[in-house]
């Protein structure tokens, strides 16, 4: 019987270290996809602002819909791309060519002024990965693949959520 009591002992505290670090990986790799996406969805953006399609004023929504941050969505679940958009929006993201491998825990959009205001395009990507509230933002500005401190808050305010 104590041979017993030491065994579910000893698995307990496996348990205890063992689930926090699953949960902690899991974030992790959550986090990565906004990363991975923002950054290829940028890269299919430039070189759509760089064509002459680009020279068009643009604002493609969040693609899944709603974004993240919306009430009832829960962001640590994976949501298919294209879901929830209208069909104004599809033809959009249609335009760009470029679609993330599977389903999608966070939203993404992308912004041009076109050839009204050259340079001024950004690409955001947000996911509540937690879903307590609040949103993980990655901001994308410019012909630069490199994030702008200075447009954060900008794009923030414009996706409706904070940095």
Same mark, same amino acid.
């Given at each position: 019987?104590?041979?017993?009591?030491?065994? =579910?002992?000893? =698995?307990?505290? =496996?348990?205890?270290?063992?689930?926090?670090?699953?949960?902690?990986?899991?974030?992790? @790799?959550?986090?990565?996809?906004?990363?991975? *996406?923002?950054?290829?969805?940028?890269?299919?953006?430039?070189?759509?602002?760089?064509?002459? @399609?680009?020279?068009? /004023?643009? *604002?493609?929504? $969040?693609? /899944?819909?709603? %974004?993240?941050?919306?009430?009832?969505?829960?962001?640590?679940?994976?949501?298919?791309?294209?879901?929830?958009?209208?069909?104004? %929006?599809?033809?959009?993201?249609?335009?760009?060519?470029?679609?993330?491998?599977?389903?999608?825990?966070? #939203? $993404?959009?992308? $912004?041009?002024?076109?050839?009204?205001?050259?340079?001024?395009?950004? +690409?955001?990507?947000?996911?509540?990965?937690?879903?307590?509230?609040? /949103?993980?933002?990655?901001?994308?500005?410019?012909? +630069?693949? #490199?994030? @702008?401190?200075?447009?954060? %808050?900008?794009?923030?305010?414009?996706?409706?959520?904070?940095?």
């Amino acid at each position: 019987m104590v041979e017993l009591l030491t065994v =579910l002992l000893v =698995l307990g505290v =496996l348990v205890a270290i063992v689930v926090p670090k699953l949960q902690s990986a899991q974030l992790r @790799a959550r986090r990565a996809e906004v990363r991975v *996406n923002t950054a290829g969805l940028h890269t299919a953006f430039q070189l759509y602002v760089a064509s002459d @399609a680009g020279a068009d /004023p643009l *604002n493609s929504g $969040y693609n /899944p819909s709603p %974004q993240p941050s919306a009430l009832g969505i829960d962001g640590t679940l994976a949501r298919a791309w294209s879901s929830g958009i209208s069909p104004q %929006q599809e033809e959009v993201w249609g335009r760009l060519g470029w679609s993330p491998d599977g389903a999608v825990h966070c #939203s $993404y959009q992308v $912004y041009s002024a076109g050839a009204a205001v050259p340079g001024d395009f950004w +690409t955001l990507g947000e996911c509540d990965l937690d879903d307590e509230g609040r /949103p993980l933002q990655r901001l994308m500005v410019g012909p +630069t693949t #490199s994030e @702008a401190t200075g447009l954060r %808050q900008k794009g923030a305010a414009l996706a409706g959520g904070g940095y």
